[in-house]
């Protein structure tokens, strides 16, 4: 039986976990701090391919939507809610060709008047339109890590930085950490952020963007949303405890701010004023600001397969929460029977030459 070590337990690592144990193989997950302490503890957790990149970056999110209902089935109890997603982040003619992009893509896609997005929800403060996106949903991020761990075979050490990936004869053997080396027969980096700090004694360059997200969570409200609300100054989505979630920058995907400026409580404070402007009348509190460094690979799209070193094999990505089940399949594939997906052709990290 193949033994691999995972380095990270984000979602990443955990959907690694729980698909590379489903099929057989043995694995060790070691996790610096504790499971979702980084980037998937702190995310919106919206499952969607409305953006995008490029035509391939949609393909791969589309079949990481896939990818979370194979989960639904296979796991259980993901907690994934599929609400679909009102959006007008967009107006006039922007508006209008959002909707034609994703149509021509063969997306679902539904426009919706002002009285149909006011009784779809009525708490809403409803725009003259939006577009209703019904195949998405949304996730607990940290939840499902943990689930997905627990779900595993794999043993998972916490606490435990790795501090090298070890090679003999060109070929990825194990870890180091503080407490010693573990040996493997494969390793798969999925350290988020760290990625780049762990190649670079190998001689391998991963450049990464500076991209700090701030998330808002409210007390549990009175008012039942029904959908990912997705408006131009504000996204917001209901927790199943009754909080509100929310970003505290607009449309937060595409955000490129390199740093925070102002202090967490001053951007929770803005981002509440604007949420009571979405939500008339629905009494709101602050009861928790995350802040947490997404893992974009310099030209923001997903960076996984081989490295130049074998047996190393790399998973960094930003919308990790859309696109983590689906990288664990197609991972596994590849590492247990060297099945490449032609989804990935465009993500592989050797376009970072020299990696
Ligand atoms: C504010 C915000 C909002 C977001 N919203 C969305 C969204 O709506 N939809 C979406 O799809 N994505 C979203 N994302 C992105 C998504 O959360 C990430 O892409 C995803 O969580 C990445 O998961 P990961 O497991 O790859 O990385 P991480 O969650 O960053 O996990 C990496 C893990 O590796 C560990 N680690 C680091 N160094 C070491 C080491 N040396 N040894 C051992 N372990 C180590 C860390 O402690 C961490 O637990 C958002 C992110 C943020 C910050």
Redesign the pocket.
Known sequence: MQHFVI???????AALAFRLSRAGARATV????Q??????????????ASFFHSPAHFNLRRAGIDAHHRLDLDLGQTGTVWSGCLWWQEAGAAFDAAAQTLLALDYRVQALSARQIASREPAVAAPDRCLFFPDEGAVD?ARLTRHLLAASCATVWTG????AIETAAGRATGVRTAQGSVAADQVIL?????CPW?LAPLGLTLPMLRRP???LRTRPVAARLNHIIAGPEQEVRQDRDGSLIA?LSAA??ADAAQEVTTLPGDLADAALCRLRGLLPGVEMAARQVSL????VPGDSLPAIGPTGVAGLTL??????????PLVAELVTAEVLHAAQSPLLAEFRPSRFAPL
């Open positions: 380095i990270g337990a984000g979602l990443t690592g070691i996790e610096a701090a499971p979702a302490a980084a980037a998937t503890g702190a995310s919106f957790g919206w499952i969607n991020a435990c930085p790795v501090i999925a350290a988020g952020t760290a762990l997200g701030l998330i970003p937060h995907q947490a460094y997404r893992p998973a960094v990505m930003h919308s990790g929460v859309t696109l983590a």
